[in-house]
């Protein structure tokens, strides 16, 4: 990007001829330079970008060699930062590649020479694919000042095109605002998915380069008028004129830079009106990082091709296998989670057949795709339905000699929305099954009961349950006659929706819901679906329920079932509206603890957390304007002493309902009179830790509190609803204490391992308000405390 050029033309094109519809909505890209950090420029850090202004950000630049490659990304941990920040806020990160070049002439720049040599261009593919593995980018923006032939620009840009395509990403480029200045040499632009034309002259120059662009036949919506920031020349009135002609002749606003105080953001995002929302939160590689288990390794004196170079995030970096046709690699994501796709970048030594399975133990693989005749090294498979915390990559046909070698491995999804295997257990982790029954098939009764006071499994005869992780059990297949029991409490009189889950396998096979020996649901028929591996979700609405214990059952009228999960909701106007909504925050500390878990439904394993900072908030769009009344705030340690909570219709004016000033963590619950509102956010403004803001779930209500959910739980003594636990120091070192608040004679503390094993009980005195743990010897770690029905997380250090 020209950092301060000057460009006139000696009369006004007018723009006459060409019409131009208004677009739903526009676009703000804006360039953030790489060598601003720590500095003088106005905003020198990713922490001061306003990321509510912008759609788009473009680190600029990285530099290639003439011969295609590329060296490190200068100041790499500002770019992790700023991914991280705009992924949270649903903004697009690409990074920039050239630029001005130190005002190079257009025949000197490294693309000239890359442009005629195809192993060059290949490598420029390469390291650039290489790069938004490596920092989570969403795309490419070619900086290329100027093309000096057609040729030489589409085949460097196709092929970038292509690549960047193939791999889900975008692909912009910042290009010259007119035929004078090179701009016919920007020859096929359709691979484009923004143009962002540097038009940093004034009113003149500006209308005759939307006429130019429009002439060469891009669309509206993909043109982005430039703006510059980088000179007091470039004033607040020219900034609004300037946003006038994108609202009628562009998609949006291109600003070279960010970073300087001259520019006027708030004049153009005012002017522009309705800005694009970034949509769906980038998705993300639940591979990246993450332990693998292979087969075997191919021995080789020169390379190093062990198993963790397939989720390394290099494409430089391979695993490859031994020389047979029936190899394998998984991958442990570290929890069970629903997976939609799995992406496989191979090498030359490919596979020409081979299976993708799932498994949520490693013992029991569920085969969910199967590839024959591949003859490609990228294997894209979206689409995917399955369930579980290993996914394998079986080979069944080597397409050379040699083995099966993978560059990377890549899954994604998201996490259950519903607990699999029948019952939501109080703390995250497994519990082996086998330990608590009676010695395996045959038995009429597996009673989990000494590890899991929430519930059991009965059946008439034996049905194999499964040892699984992170928060249930799989429930084999089941037989005609054969049934599963939960002793659940209802905490309110009221209707329910019952909610299970059944495979398709089961298609127009037949079950039904007794409570109390009644039959609630009558028959109720699985729908066909397509693929034996897809899950299938019924809904069954219950008659009016007294409050109390009840016994549910789950009878099977026909056999070859897989019951997967099953969950009680109580119908009632006051449900939590935020739950699954988007949700957006000021920052992240890690992509481990994104803003969506913020509304997830789990308040005890997943949790956003902000940058290490004050004034840091996190905001959840309900979908629609309503009467919001009452938000409930779920905290983990690191919460804030001091708060707000805000509402607002548009994002941009904000309204505070309720101030906090004295905030103790744990569950806050705050009311003020109804507002109506889309909007909802919680501004922290003072920490309470040296960490940031931690919130394990942000409730949001729009009238009286929930009425309650009927777990899949035995009951929980009532003395104890007004239990709470907190811990301290957290971390710990070699002391725990643990305050307890309304503890009776009959209270069990426990304390559970972060995979599940109980490693510590005591029964508390209910005249004691804390406890003394001595953890000296323990393994260094998180842990959950356990007091009723009260959670609490402490990392052992």
């Known amino acids: 990007m020209q950092r301060i050029k000057q460009l006139f033309l000696a009369g006004l094109l007018m723009l006459s001829g060409a019409s131009f519809a208004q677009v739903s909505c526009y676009n703000i890209v804006g360039y953030y330079p790489s060598w601003v950090e720590g500095g003088d420029a106005y905003i020198n850090s990713p922490s001061k970008v306003d990321y509510t202004k912008y759609t788009h950000i473009c680190y600029a630049f990285v530099i290639p060699g003439t011969d295609g490659n590329i060296g490190s990304v200068d100041n790499g941990a500002v770019l992790t930062d700023l991914v991280n920040r705009c992924h949270a806020n649903n903004v697009k990160i690409l990074l920039s590649v050239g630029g001005w070049l130190d005002g190079r002439s257009p025949g000197n720049t490294p693309f000239e020479q890359i442009s005629t040599n195809p192993t060059a261009i290949n490598n420029l593919s390469n390291a650039l694919a290489n790069l938004i593995t490596r920092y989570n980018l969403d795309g490419i923006d070619l900086d290329w000042e100027y093309p000096t032939s057609k040729t030489r620009w589409n085949a460097v840009a196709t092929v970038l095109g292509n690549r960047f395509h193939g791999m889900g990403k975008l692909f912009t480029a910042a290009v010259s605002e007119s035929a004078n200045n090179n701009g016919d040499n920007y020859d096929n632009v359709s691979m484009l998915d923004l143009v962002n034309i540097m038009c940093y002259g004034g009113d003149q120059l500006a209308s005759s380069a939307m006429a130019y662009w429009t002439a060469r036949g891009v669309p509206q919506s993909k043109r982005m008028l430039g703006v510059p920031f980088y000179s007091a020349d470039n004033n607040t009135p020219e900034h609004i004129r300037k946003a006038n002609l994108a609202k009628s002749t562009a998609g949006g606003i291109m600003i070279w830079d960010i970073a300087t105080e001259f520019g006027d953001i708030n004049a153009i995002y005012n002017t522009l009106g309705n800005v694009c929302n970034g949509g769906t939160p980038v998705p993300q590689n639940l591979a990246s990082g993450k332990q693998v288990t292979v087969s075997s390794t191919e021995v080789n004196t020169t390379q190093n091709l062990v198993a963790a170079n397939a989720t390394d995030g290099n494409y430089g970096t391979r695993w490859s296998s031994g020389f047979t046709d029936d190899e394998w690699l998984y991958v442990d994501l570290g929890a069970n989670y629903d997976i939609n796709r799995v992406k496989i970048t191979w090498e030359a030594a490919y596979a020409t057949a081979y299976d993708v399975e799932i498994s949520t133990s490693t013992g029991n693989w569920v085969k969910v795709k199967s590839v024959s005749g591949n003859t490609t090294l990228v294997n894209d498979l979206t689409g995917l339905t399955g369930y579980g915390r290993y996914v394998r990559i079986h080979g069944l046909s080597r397409a050379t000699t040699y083995g099966y070698s993978i560059f990377e491995l890549e899954v994604y999804g998201a996490a259950a929305q519903a607990p699999h295997g029948g019952t939501a257990w109080a703390i995250p982790g497994k519990i082996e099954a086998e330990n608590y029954d009676d010695g395996g098939e045959g038995v009429a009764y597996h009673d989990l009961t000494a590890t899991n006071t929430q519930g059991q499994y009965r ?8 040892s699984a992780t992170e928060g249930g059990y799989n429930v084999g297949t089941i037989q005609t006659g054969e049934w599963l029991e939960y002793t659940v409490n209802v905490a309110q009189a009221g209707v329910y929706t019952l909610q299970a889950r059944v495979a398709a396998i089961a298609a127009g096979k037949t079950f039904h819901v007794e409570l109390n020996g009644q039959n609630i649901s009558g028959t109720i028929t699985v729908p066909n679906t397509v693929g034996w591996q897809t899950w299938a979700t019924v809904n069954v609405t219950t008659p009016a329920l007294t409050a109390g214990q009840k016994v549910l059952r789950v009878v099977f009228d026909s056999n070859e079932f897989n019951f997967n999960w099953i969950n009680f909701v109580q119908q009632s106007q006051s449900n ?63 919460f804030a002493t001091s708060y707000t909570i805000e509402t607002s219709n548009d994002t941009v004016n904000w309204t505070v309902q309720r101030t906090v000033t004295t905030g103790v963590g744990g569950t806050e619950d705050l009311t003020f009179p109804a507002v109506n509102a889309r909007y909802v956010r919680v501004h922290g403004l003072k920490r309470s830790t040296p960490y940031g803001f931690s919130i394990w779930e942000f409730e949001v209500y729009a009238d009286a509190p929930a009425a309650g959910r009927l777990a899949m739980a035995a009951p929980v003594k009532s003395i104890e609803n007004s239990l709470s636990v907190n811990v301290s120091p957290n971390p710990a070192t070699n002391i725990m204490n643990v305050q307890l608040k309304g503890a009776t004679q009959s209270s069990l503390l426990k304390v559970y391992n972060i995979s599940g094993k109980e490693v510590y009980q005591t029964r508390v005195n209910g005249n004691v308000n804390q406890v003394q743990v001595d953890i000296s010897n323990w393994p260094k770690g998180i842990y959950i405390i356990s007091v009723g029905n009260s959670l609490k997380k402490v990392v052992v250090e």
């Open 576 to 638: 939590n509206i935020a739950i699954n909504k988007t949700v957006w925050a000021s920052s992240v500390e890690t992509p481990d603890f994104p803003a969506a878990y913020a509304v997830d439904g789990n308040a005890t394993t997943t949790r956003w957390s902000s940058g290490y900072t004050d004034n840091e908030w996190l905001a959840v769009d309900l979908g629609a304007a309503q009467n919001v009344s009452r938000v409930v705030v779920k905290w983990e340690t690191a």
């Open 459 to 466: 059946t008439t005869e034996g049905v194999d349950i499964e």
